[in-house]
């Protein structure tokens, strides 16, 4: 049993009739021999055998009684896997994009809430002999850092060892469960209140410790957005402040440019998938000493400047993308809710240099991460987990209810990429070939473009709402165009100094 934090409640909110609110993560195998008694029988078997490891699969959304202010995941007492584990053939050939269209279609169906919130789909007939696995989640359960848990704990040589799992309760039981713990859990409230005002005095102390006197406007420039944080700015340059041009906002502009990728999200979803090289991608790093995250920043850069180009015309300004950021820190009781927020950073769609741009995204990254680091973000965090849900849930519903022209635009794209493992885990004798994302879009995003490493290989994939960007079939072409760019540019001339 576990109550939904504020941010779970958010994204729970955004899975409404005209959205989605849940995210996948899509496993490629090659031809192998199916295991005995077939592939669908294996699946559901595994599944059983690691429900220890994964209660998350027993969840189901419960309101708690007496109209307190709580909702919770609790354990069901029948799991039916041949509901929850289903497969389909493709037909002849199998093709990628048949696969493709395939998956887009799962991923505009809503998952029921008087049941667990996930579904796993076996993909067979895939050319040349393969299958692919599906494993869909809704995202108001966990982040999208838990589908390669759930990968690797299904598989032959899990990482994890198997835990002790929680019986289910009987309704009555579950009803008086959840009344207890709601009943105590908002009598605490107030205690949870002046325990993290009191962690906020101590943060700020600490704050004035490093940063002097100047803490204080330091941090209004650092939560601020950024029209909003420079008159500060411009106070310290006056009293004489030198470090005042360091400090960035963690928003950096309250107008984003206008772009081909904002807009009114909806159920009408497509992906495409770009396939790099870990190897190119670090190269295109290091020509400014900087990292694989960096050349993704910066090669997607070149992918949107030039679609742009081809869709009516460039901003002179950079667009803003936003990249998420975990609150993890491995010593988390509720192991399965959402721990991840967003950095947002200025990316470089405005330079015609392949080198400028990855420079620019390197110093855009390190200065946002600076931000981060410089504020209590931890504490928002658990600020988030006391914001009621009657409070957190209608934004969230209107912001995915308003029309094109009056849907904030916050960022413009979303980019992520994470290091994912060298080896790949084995099912049944057969490894995963590939593996790739199908993300989540935020109200007014029409874009996201994230990955995941798998040994030597990362599949970028492009989740895009084809009702605002209609050609996101062609963005692999821009990709592979953008790291071609990269590849060839030179590197950045190192630094010299000069002797004194």
């Not at 031809?31 to 029988?41: T, V």
């Not at 909702?71 to 039916?80: G, I, P, Q, S, T």
């Not at 050939?93 to 029921?112: K, N, T």
């Not at 500060?232 to 928003?251: N, S, T, W, Y």
Request: a neutral charge; one cysteine or more; hydrophobic letters at 45%.
């Amino acid at each position: 049993m576990q109550r939904l934090t504020g941010l779970d409640e958010m994204y729970l909110a955004l899975d409404t009739p005209k959205t989605t609110g849940h995210v996948a993560g899509i496993a490629v195998f090659e031809a192998s021999p199916p295991p005995p008694g077939g592939r669908l029988a294996w699946l559901r078997t595994r599944v059983a055998e690691r429900l220890p490891m994964l209660p998350l699969l027993r969840w189901s959304l419960h309101s708690v009684p007496l109209g307190l202010d709580a909702r919770h995941w609790v354990e069901v007492e029948d799991l039916n896997l041949e509901e929850h584990i289903v497969a389909t053939s493709l037909p002849t050939p199998g093709s990628r994009q048949q696969l493709l269209d395939f998956v887009d279609g799962i991923m505009a169906e809503h998952l029921p809430r008087d049941r667990p919130m996930w579904r796993i789909h076996l993909i067979e007939g895939l050319e040349n002999g393969g299958f692919a696995l599906l494993v869909k989640i809704t995202h108001g359960l966990t982040d999208g850092s838990a589908l390669w848990a759930i990968y690797d704990a299904l598989s032959d040589e899990p990482s994890d060892a198997p835990r002790t799992e929680s019986a289910p309760l009987s309704p009555l039981r579950r009803r008086v469960a959840l009344a207890r713990r709601a009943l105590t859990q908002t009598i605490a409230r107030p205690l949870e209140v002046a325990k993290l005002q009191a962690d906020l005095a101590a943060w700020a102390s600490g704050q004035v410790a490093k940063e002097g006197m100047a803490a204080l406007p330091h941090t209004l420039m650092r939560v601020l957005p950024g029209e909003l944080s420079r008159p500060f700015g411009g106070l310290l340059a006056k009293v004489g402040e030198e470090h005042q041009r360091d400090i960035e906002p963690l928003m950096p502009t309250m107008r984003p440019p206008a772009s081909p990728f904002n807009g009114t999200v909806t159920t009408n979803l497509g992906v495409a998938l770009t396939d790099f090289a870990v190897a190119d991608l670090r190269a295109v790093g290091k020509k400014v000493g900087g990292t694989v995250n960096d050349a993704v920043l910066a090669i997607t850069a070149g992918a949107l400047r030039a679609y742009m180009a081809d869709h009516g015309g460039v901003s002179d300004q950079p667009l803003i993308g936003s990249a998420p950021i975990s609150w993890r820190t491995g010593q988390e009781t509720e192991r399965w809710a959402n721990h991840v927020w967003m950095l947002f950073l200025p990316i470089p769609t405005h330079l015609t240099d392949p080198t400028a741009r990855v420079r620019f995204a390197h110093e855009a990254a390190t200065r946002a991460k600076t931000t981060w680091d410089n504020i209590p973000s931890h504490l928002v965090r658990r600020a988030a987990a006391l914001i009621p849900s009657a409070i957190m849930a209608p934004g969230a519903r209107i912001m995915t209810a308003l029309p094109a022209g009056v849907v904030p635009r916050l960022y413009n794209v979303a980019i992520s990429n994470v290091r994912g493992p060298q080896q790949s885990p084995v099912y049944a004798g057969a490894p995963i070939a590939e593996y790739f994302i199908y993300g989540f879009l935020s109200p007014g995003c029409g874009l996201l473009v994230a990955g995941q490493s798998l040994g030597d290989r990362m599949i970028l994939s492009a989740t895009a709402c084809k009702d605002i960007v209609p050609d996101y079939a062609t963005f692999p072409s821009y990709m592979e165009a953008s790291m071609k760019e990269h590849l060839a540019a030179p590197a950045e001339e190192p630094k010299t100094t000069k002797a004194s």
